[in-house]
């Protein structure tokens, strides 16, 4: 009976610490975790920006001498609606990242807030934007609204992206990854 209860007691042992390492080589390598969770945040790097509005309004331009670029009236919201989905799908891949230290578990709080943050705004305030454009409205009526924008948003969004990317230097020197920071 001892020996049993000593090879259960092994066994038992030796089970927790194979899944211990398996656990431990799920997570996700240091370059596809800081590529999900800091990397993929350059596609909303412009949030707030006028260059984001050129961006969201050239969807709109149509050339008198080269007939396929007539629109239709709503390439401006389509945009937006796909960096939506996008984004969507950023955020649930961010989600799905294992956080197996303190400073993974910061970046993936960080990404998921920033994303959770700019979600929203791109929900109302620019698609509400892309249908301006989309409509042809005045140029003051848009530019209202990106001013808007920038002053309810850009101080908040820049803080947290920066504090990100702050986080994100620390990981990928920690893990000697190559990054250009320019």
């Not at 891949?93 to 979600?119: F, G, P, T």
């Amino acid at each position: 009976m001892t020996n049993t209860f000593t090879f259960s007691s092994r066994l038992s042992f030796s089970l927790v610490l194979t899944l211990a390492v398996l656990l431990q080589s799920c997570s996700e390598t240091p370059d596809k975790f800081f590529g999900t969770a800091i990397l993929n945040t350059n596609t909303i790097s412009n949030f707030g920006t006028p260059a984001l509005a050129n961006q969201i309004n050239d969807q709109t331009l149509e050339f008198a001498d080269i007939p396929s670029s007539k629109k239709k009236g709503n390439e401006a919201a389509e945009q937006v609606r796909n960096n939506i989905l996008y984004m969507e799908k950023s955020l649930t891949d961010i989600k799905a990242l294992s956080a197996n230290d303190d400073l993974r578990k910061d970046i993936k709080a960080q990404s998921i807030a920033l994303y959770e943050y700019v979600i929203p705004v791109y929900k109302n305030e620019y698609i509400a934007y892309a249908k301006l454009c989309d409509t042809k409205a005045p140029q003051a009526k848009r530019e209202e609204l990106m001013q808007s924008v920038a002053q309810k948003y850009n101080a908040e969004f820049e803080k947290k992206y920066a504090s990100l990317l702050a986080k994100g230097k620390v990981f990928a020197e920690e893990n000697n990854l190559n990054v250009d920071w320019k």
